[in-house]
């Protein structure tokens, strides 16, 4: 190549770099971060001395518009390097190496197949493109370096964003599990939600930050109405909605948040009633009399061992008696109630509405954003402990020879379930909540 040409080359890749609006990279070690989410490139490039240049950008960038989602979708997170070597360079013994976890400690790196080069204009330009982001959302540290002869004679190092499209499902709750996601720090290029799509967070506390935010009428809700009052196992409190903090440089589209915590579980059963009733009354006394007269001789018949019968003529002075009664004896007394139980136990706490923060710090005229938060309700108070045993029933009064004899009292009722339990407690809603757009504070 012409050393007109090469200058020429160089002029043109310098009034790109000054253009550029992408991720820095640098070929020192530094590691930049690049603003992929709507960036008109999106790409990191770098230029040596030597004439390598190492370019990487996403596949397929989503225009200020949108008027590419499609295609952008369909090669969401696909990066491509393009190493640009001169000819003079490109040797047998030139070498590329890659690792897409450069700031590991074992980065892992790879060497990367140059059977894609194309000759141009005096360079011979590799391509690799890779996809990220299929395991894990967060960010990538990326490097490519050239070897020459086996000495280093280039090398560049960024940090790549995810982008995350969220979508409109109808069949299942579309969870953060489901996107690879948990409590924690997220960094987006693009975050979009589809039109009507709705992300449960279940009480996560996550904090995302994003260049770039579009929402077409979506959601975000803690839980779901039906989870939200659905009691908790008994004895336990409500879950929280947890914590959402979310960040956009940009932000278009209609967004609303629906922070819920769920319904506490049911008390405890009150305390069963120790003891029991008191005892019932003894009946009274039966009354009788007895009158006695003289009585005349008369004869006994007095059995034998040898089962002979002998009358026997015995004078006996003794009396004739006549018992008679004047009044039966009385029944016991029935058995007191037994005492009642104890009150059920108070319901579980109802989880809070959790906290939420947005800040949009450029925000396009159609922005709308919404936030309802509604604390979950105190659970239902438990039931009454069960009442104790009756007393038990009064003795009968004596019974005299010639009364008819009294039945003891029945035993007492058993005494009556304890009253149910309160309601548990509902939590207030927190004054650390935020929604900021453009500066205007909206919540």
């Given at each position: 190549m012409s050393k007109n040409m090469y200058r020429l080359t160089l002029i043109l890749v310098s009034l790109?770099?000054?253009?550029n609006l992408g991720c820095q990279g640098s070929s020192s070690g530094e590691k930049k971060e690049a603003p992929t989410g709507g960036a008109p490139e999106g790409q990191t490039t770098k230029v040596f001395p030597n004439g390598i240049m190492i370019d990487i950008a996403k596949l397929v960038e989503l225009r200020e518009d949108q008027s590419n989602f499609p295609e952008f979708k369909e090669n969401l997170n696909v990066f491509q390097a393009r190493?640009?070597?001169?000819e003079t360079l490109y040797k047998a013994s030139t070498e590329i190496r890659r690792?897409?976890?450069?700031?590991?400690?074992?980065?892992g790196y790879e060497v990367v197949?140059?059977?894609s080069a194309e000759y141009k204009d005096g360079y011979y330009v590799v391509t690799d493109t890779f996809r990220l982001f299929e395991r894990s959302l967060v960010k990538s540290s990326v490097a490519y370096k050239v070897y020459v002869d086996e000495k280093a004679a280039a090398g560049n190092t960024v940090i790549l964003l995810p982008d995350l499209v969220v979508p409109k499902v109808t069949d299942k709750a579309l969870t953060l599990d489901a996107l690879g996601m948990a409590s924690g720090k997220y960094e987006f290029g693009n975050l979009i939600l589809e039109r009507d799509a709705v992300l449960f967070t279940q009480g996560a506390e996550i904090q995302l930050f994003t260049n770039r935010l579009i929402s077409d009428q979506a959601r975000i809700e803690t839980f779901s109405h039906e989870e939200a009052i659905k009691a908790?196992?008994?004895l336990d409190n409500g879950r929280s909605g947890g914590a959402i903090y979310l960040q956009a440089k940009t932000g278009t589209g209609s967004l609303h948040v629906e922070m819920r915590g769920t319904k506490g579980g049911k008390g405890a059963i009150g305390d069963n009633a120790s003891g029991?009733?008191?005892?019932?009354?003894?009946?009274?006394d039966g009354v009788a009399y007895t009158e006695c007269e003289p009585h005349p001789r008369f004869a006994v018949s007095v059995p034998r061992e040898s089962d002979v019968l002998m009358m026997v003529n015995r004078p006996i002075e003794t009396q004739r008696c006549y018992s008679w009664c004047e009044r039966n004896p009385g029944s016991g007394g029935q058995g007191g109630k037994g005492p009642t139980g104890g009150k059920g136990k108070k319901g579980g706490t109802g989880g809070s509405s959790g906290t939420i923060n947005i800040l949009v710090n450029k925000a396009q005229p159609n922005v709308q954003i919404t936030v309802n938060r509604i604390p979950g309700e105190g659970g239902e108070g438990g039931e009454g402990g069960k009442g104790g045993s009756g007393g038990a029933g009064g003795?009968?009064?004596s019974q005299p020879r010639s009364c008819k004899a009294a039945s003891a009292g029945a035993t007492g009722p058993t005494g009556d379930q304890g009253p149910k339990g309160d309601s548990g407690d509902v939590i207030e809603l927190?004054?650390?909540s935020s929604v900021i757009v453009d500066g205007k504070e909206i919540l």
């Open positions: 790109f770099l000054a253009m190493i640009s070597i001169p690792s897409h976890k450069a700031d590991a400690v074992n980065p197949p140059k059977a908790a196992d008994d029991t009733g008191t005892t019932g009354g003894t009946g009274a003795a009968a009064g927190d004054n650390t």
